[in-house]
């Protein structure tokens, strides 16, 4: 199994700029969990879905931020319009049904200018 | 809500030595406790959890215990190696890892030196 996957990899992008980045659970997982890590705040939960339907998206910063997960094996995470505070390490992570250990992504490495 | 603090934010160590980071959790119902290793660069990994009906469990040359009465758990790292070199991260949880909500420390980032 190759993981889960996420992309881009690294984006960089101006300020106002739209951004998607994009995460593949691992086939058969049905819960998945978008995080945003920086250094001041550490790892932080921003939404997560289970079975295709989000459960919790208290941790949302701000309207600017929206994920959509239309099936499955696919969920984006859009920011519009970005600002350089949205500077971080974007994880996707995903459970299988039943299990508890969730499994991360290798990350999108975002920069806001 | 839930709130974990870890402690301490750097350690840094001798190869051989043990290592222990601490965590405290604040809300009582929690009951789920994973530990993540990430090294530089890379993506948190899972490396032990303890579930609150357990007081300490064991992998090979890692611990975790955990002291539900004061709210609080710890990793225990022996015989320490330089690859041990990481941010550990702990989190809590009241419904299991599978429901969401897992709550992280800030992380310890562990130097081991050869």
């Known amino acids: 199994d190759a993981g889960v996957i996420q992309s881009p990899r690294h984006e960089v992008t101006e300020m106002g700029q739209e951004v998607t980045l994009r995460c593949k659970p691992i086939?058969?997982?049905?819960?998945l969990f978008w995080y945003r890590q920086t250094m001041m705040r550490g790892l932080e939960l921003l939404i997560y879905?289970?079975?295709?339907?989000?459960?919790?998206d208290s941790g949302m910063p701000e309207d600017r931020f929206s994920a959509k997960m239309p099936n499955a094996s696919f969920s984006t995470l859009k920011i519009q319009p970005s600002e350089p505070r949205d500077s971080a390490v974007y994880f996707c992570?995903?459970?299988?049904?039943?299990?508890?250990?969730?499994?991360f992504g290798p990350g999108t490495r975002l920069l806001v200018l | 809500g839930e709130n974990v603090e870890q402690h301490p934010s750097t350690l840094s160590v001798q190869e051989g030595d043990s290592a222990v980071i601490k965590c405290t959790y604040s809300?009582?119902?929690?009951?789920?406790f994973p530990w993540y290793k990430q090294e530089l660069g890379k993506r948190p990994q899972l490396i032990i959890d303890?579930?609150?009906?357990?007081g300490e469990k064991k992998d090979q040359r890692i611990a975790v215990t955990l002291n539900k009465t004061a709210k609080h758990f710890s990793l225990h790292i022996t015989e320490t190696q330089p690859e041990d070199s990481a941010v550990y991260f702990c989190?809590?949880?009241?419904?299991?890892?599978?429901?969401?909500?897992?709550?992280f420390g800030k992380g310890t980032k562990l130097s081991v030196k050869p």
């Open positions: 879905f289970n079975n295709n339907v989000p459960i919790d």
């Open positions: 989190a809590a949880s009241k419904y299991g890892g599978s429901q969401g909500n897992l709550i």
């Open positions: 086939s058969g997982h049905n819960s």
């Open positions: 809300d009582s119902a929690s009951n789920y």
């Open positions: 303890i579930r609150s009906n357990v």
């Open positions: 992570a995903s459970i299988p049904q039943g299990g508890e250990t969730q499994y």
